[in-house]
């Protein structure tokens, strides 16, 4: 059974910076690319960040220079380090994973951006 848990949300000014785990269980985890989502309150949940099975990552613009992926195939974990945070990055983070054809998603980090 696929188990996904994201940790590492608060709050924090603009400017500042925060760094987001996932834990991903029920997987062969190194063979599998993660994402990170965004869904900001009365909006539809928007892709992020994703890091490939090989390494390499790709970013939604709103983010690209600011926020980096990375992974740990020992520890089964997946990050999002933020940086630079703006109050339009408010939202809540979700980790996704799709395994045979199947959206795995855990249950979301809130992370405010305010002064």
């Known amino acids: 059974q696929v188990h996904i848990v994201e940790s590492g949300g608060g709050l924090v000014q603009p400017g500042g910076s925060l760094r987001l785990s996932c834990t991903v269980s029920?997987?062969?985890?190194?063979?599998?690319?993660l994402d990170w989502y965004r869904q900001a309150p009365e909006n539809q949940r928007v892709w992020v960040a994703s890091i490939f099975a090989g390494g390499s990552d790709d970013y939604a613009d709103s983010v690209k220079g600011r926020f980096t992926i990375s992974r740990n195939n020992v520890w089964n974990k997946v990050f999002l380090q933020m940086s630079n945070l703006k109050p339009e990055d408010t939202a809540v983070y979700f980790c996704?994973?799709?395994?045979?054809?199947?959206?795995?998603w855990g249950r979301g980090t809130q992370v405010t951006v305010s002064s």
């Open positions: 996704h994973v799709k395994r045979q054809g199947i959206d795995y």
């Open positions: 029920g997987i062969n985890f190194r063979i599998h690319d």
